[in-house]
């Protein structure tokens, strides 16, 4: 913890030092950190369950569909919608997909330290999927951390102006069969 060094700029808004907290000493910012990152989102201090001053991983099961909730999803899919979020920074062009990058440009022009993916685990619970990073003696599966977002996808579809449609790479996305079926 305490790894982002960097002062606030023009992106950080709201923000508070960590000794105005009342029991870990952590600073932040209360909004957006567009076209920053480079705030605590973006760093690789998740819960990794080796660091006890580290919060537990978010974790959860599989959703279900189907008339009673009962039917596992055959699929899964991993996306991410950084092209939009990356729109006009460091050339990224969600219209056409050049220049967006899966670990997203901070506002100093180098690649983010780090950007939360999803991994599954085994537990007394059965298979779980955890969001943030890969968690030692949870982890079963990381897919890869950021490439399991896989590549651009050109299908997002639009409703323009007169009710025209148009597609914009809007997001990555990778869809796998469903390795954690609840």
Known sequence: MGANKEPSDADDFFCLPGGDSTLILIGGCANSNVPGFDGTSYLNDWSDGVHADRPTPI?????????????????????????????????????????????????????????PYYTISSTTAGCTWVYGSTV????????????????????????????????????FRNIVSNPCPA
């Open 59 to 115: 974790q959860f099961t599989s959703f279900k569909t189907g008339e009673d909730y009962g039917t596992n999803y055959t699929q899964a899919g991993f996306e991410n919608d950084l092209p939009r979020v990356e729109q006009g920074l460091n050339g990224c062009d969600p219209f056409t997909a050049t220049g967006c990058t899966l670990l997203p440009i901070t506002d100093d022009g180098t690649a983010a330290p780090f950007y």
């Open 136 to 171: 030692a003696g949870l982890t079963t599966n990381n897919f890869g951390k950021n490439k399991q977002y896989g590549t651009y996808d050109t299908g997002v579809d639009y409703t323009g102006l007169g009710g025209v449609p148009f597609a914009k790479a809007d997001d």
